[in-house]
T-cell receptor, first 112, second 114 residues
Framework: QQQVKQSPQSLIVQKGGISIINCAYE??????FPWYQQFPGKGPALLIA?????SEKKEGRFTISFNKSAKQFSLHIMDSQPGDSATYFC???????????FGQGTELSVKP | KAGVTQTPRYLIKTRGQQVTLSCSPI?????VSWYQQTPGQGLQFLFE???????NKGNFPGRFSGRQFSNSRSEMNVSTLELGDSALYLC?????????????FGPGTRLTVL
């Protein structure tokens, strides 16, 4: 099955807090897991991505944790800022070029 | 480098009509993918073109079609529009040569079907 399940649907975090968004997938053939950030009126933009041969990847305040056995991966945003308020999508792909399967999205609101 | 551009940005059509959306990828990118974004279904993959050939296809009816030109520009067409086709249509371009090539999205075309 090609589904990617994302939670929570919405998240409110105080400035300086940690935002955590979780995704689970079913197809073990997936081998590329990107996270996208989308602001209103804009297209999604790649934030960070991971391959299943590593368990964690960090870029600045953004970290992906990957658990291959549980078929789960998550995005952690450290020191969340109001400018991080956006919708976040996890996605998965297998060796099929441009076909990304997206989660349902998480609307993050960071309160000052 | 200019980003992905999509035209038009907004479109209003009535049921039964057809529509053509256009996407110009980033210079040098040979892959163009199309996605439909709706509040209920989220982001769903429509199809991908690479070097003028459809390389991947999602689970959409045949009313949705696309093509890619030799300059990598792409168009998608929706015939016999239905109310449920109202959505934001996004195109994304990438080099298309490896799985991990980043897909860069355009701002989308907002289609409203009345």
């Amino acid at each position: 099955q090609q589904q990617v399940k994302q939670s929570p649907q919405s998240l409110i975090v105080q400035k300086g807090g940690i935002s955590i968004i979780n995704c689970a997938y079913e197809n073990t053939a997936f081998d590329y897991f990107p996270w996208y950030q989308q602001f209103p009126g804009k297209g999604p933009a790649l934030l960070i991505a991971i391959r299943p041969d590593v368990s964690e990847k960090k870029e600045g305040r953004f970290t992906i944790s990957f658990n291959k056995s549980a078929k789960q991966f998550s995005l952690h945003i450290m020191d969340s800022q109001p400018g991080d308020s956006a919708t976040y999508f996890c996605a998965a792909s297998r060796n099929q070029g441009g076909k990304l399967i997206f989660g349902q999205g998480t609307e993050l609101s960071v309160k000052p | 480098k200019a980003g992905v551009t999509q035209t038009p940005r907004y479109l209003i059509k009535t049921r039964g009509q057809q529509v053509t959306l256009s996407c110009s990828p980033i210079s040098g990118h040979r892959s163009v993918s199309w996605y439909q974004q709706t509040p209920g279904q989220g982001l769903q993959f429509l199809f991908e073109y690479f070097s003028e050939t459809q390389r991947n296809k999602g689970n959409f009816p045949g009313r949705f079609s696309g093509r890619q030109f030799s300059n990598s520009r792409s168009e998608m067409n929706v015939s016999t529009l239905e109310l449920g086709d109202s959505a934001l249509y996004l195109c994304a371009s990438s080099l298309g040569q490896s799985l991990a090539d980043t897909q860069y999205f355009g701002p989308g075309t907002r289609l409203t079907v009345l």
